[in-house]
T-cell receptor, first 112, second 112 residues
């Protein structure tokens, strides 16, 4: 699993509630990413981090925020969940740019 | 920003036949092109990658070709086996800024 773990693995939440997903890595990778996966859209980048406290937006960042206070943890927060944020979320980590990215197991989030 | 297209979206082949998946990218600065395989319910995993200074790379039954002029790259799987059935994603990346833009994926089914 290359030391990438996501929690929780499954979550059902109500519209309007805040939700935080956690990605934890044990390999000291510098770069970390959050993607969402939806049918027909592949993997779309939400936010990414290139170091502690250094983050930037991806192509579908609206409604999401991230934080990285330690190298090993990258948190994704939905401030007020909406049904359009129902998806499978994948975290990935990468040691150097343009090298293999290792993915977590995914988190299936359902917003009802 | 980078845009990656991928075709076909679904592909069915007989066991033992070859499969080809094609991707195009838009940003001429992209210089790293990985392919990820995602089995049902699992995380994406790297199967092969190619850098822009190489035209072709092989690893057993899998090969990738890159045409920088035309901005397209392809995955070739020979002697397909049932365990090759999965969703395959291509991606394009450059060594600065937002990393890893993925194509929408190809669902490959290998029929016995």
């Amino acid at each position: 699993d290359a030391g990438i773990t996501q929690s929780p693995r499954h979550k059902v939440t109500e519209t309007g509630t805040p939700v935080t997903l956690r990605c934890h890595q044990t390999e000291n990778h510098r770069y970390m990413y959050w993607y969402r996966q939806d049918p027909g859209h592949g993997l779309r980048l939400i936010h990414y981090s290139y170091g502690v406290k250094d983050t930037d937006k991806g192509e579908v960042s609206d409604g999401y925020s991230v934080s990285r206070s330690k190298t090993e943890d990258f948190l994704l927060t939905l401030e007020s969940a909406t049904s359009s944020q129902t998806s499978v979320y994948f975290c990935a980590a990468q040691g150097q740019m343009n090298t293999e990215a290792f993915f977590g197991q995914g988190t299936r989030l359902t917003v009802v | 920003g980078e845009n990656v297209e991928q075709h076909p979206s679904t592909l069915s082949v007989q066991e033992g036949d070859s499969a080809v998946i094609k991707c195009t990218y838009s940003d001429s600065a992209s210089n790293y092109f990985p392919w990820y395989k995602q089995e049902l319910g699992k995380r994406p995993q790297l199967i092969i990658d190619i850098r822009s200074n190489v035209g072709e790379k092989k690893d057993q039954r899998i090969a990738v070709t890159l045409n920088k002029t035309a901005k397209h790259f392809s995955l070739h799987i020979t002697e397909t086996q049932p365990e090759d059935s999965a969703v395959y994603f291509c991606a394009a990346s450059k060594n600065y800024g937002q990393n890893f833009v993925f194509g929408p994926g190809t669902r490959l089914s290998v029929l016995p």
